[in-house]
């Protein structure tokens, strides 16, 4: 049963429930939902999955995993895909352990190499999406493939450390609220992540290029035949998720003090996952950062809950599956409802 009210003029329009669902607030609720009975669960199962510090270090993972998925939030709308985000965030590590290690550079300088290098790498994929006419998934898997040989190639396969780079280490894995409120011992890298998520939210909402983002998704060829400039915009969102994914490198770079060049294949699926699980839809034009930001804690939660109860590295591997299955299974259920 449908719940309606009149306006003035005596119209019949949606009432709060119908505009819950169709703004996708449905999804976001049931996300957090689940995210709730996680908690409880692995709490009840383990006295040892609240303890302080397996909660900073379900919060260390949420940054990284949540950084990768806001910038595959940005992609996944306009109706494309990224395969490329594990592996360029491994790259763009590499190149700040270049910059900083090798090169002796000063710790602002390897940063902004970090997010230059993601800026040219998404640039690329969007290039290659937009002017060539390469389906995203045959060109972000093609530059999964070209990062990860390069990442390996310009460490000679060898971790690179920062431990001459003083200062680096505190990027993730510090604490400025911790400072102030030692009951709060937040991590940077949560505070970073969040940063990033405002951030990318008030470019979706508040700019030009968040509302071609969404029109990209929803119609790319009216958009086009509009006179917009579509492969200007789609190589600008490509670009945006690259220079965001430098950011991810630059975090676990600092969570593990190396930039490991072996490392970044896997980091893709959670992402995606985090990004479906959270009400992005797959066929592109409907997304919330928020809801990425609740299906990356669901992620992290989980993965974390199973290695707590030591449940074998394969078994998570196989749940980590079944989860995105059945993310991709409720994107097509909502779809194939509206």
Known sequence: MTTTVHNSKGTATPGLLGRLLSSGTHQRLLA???????????SVASPH??????IIAILQATSVNGVLAVAATLVIITGGIDL???TLMTFTAVIAGVVLTFAGMPLPLGIAAAIAAGVFCGFCSGSFIAKMKIPPFIATLGMMLILKGLSLVISGTRPIYFNNTPGFDQIS???????????????NGVLILFLVALAASYVLRRTVLGRYTFALGSNEEAVRLSGVNTDRWKIAVYALAGGICG???????????????????????????????GGTSLSGGKGTILGTLI???????????????????????????????????ADMARRKKS
């Open 32 to 42: 957090f939902t689940s995210l709730i009975i996680l908690l409880v669960v692995f």
């Open 49 to 54: 999955f609240m303890q302080t510090s397996n």
């Open 84 to 86: 490329s985000v594990g």
């Open 173 to 187: 894995r510090g604490s400025l609220i911790g400072d102030l409120l030692p009951a709060l011992p937040i991590p």
């Open 247 to 277: 950011i991810a490198g630059i975090l676990i770079a600092s969570r593990l003090n190396s930039a490991q060049p072996a490392l970044g294949m896997g980091y893709e699926l959670e992402a995606i996952a985090a990004v479906v699980i």
């Open 295 to 329: 299906g990356a804690l669901i992620m992290a939660v989980l993965t974390n809950g199973l290695r707590v109860l030591s449940v074998a590295q394969e078994w998570q591997t196989v749940v980590t599956g079944a989860i995105i299955i059945l993310a991709v299974y």
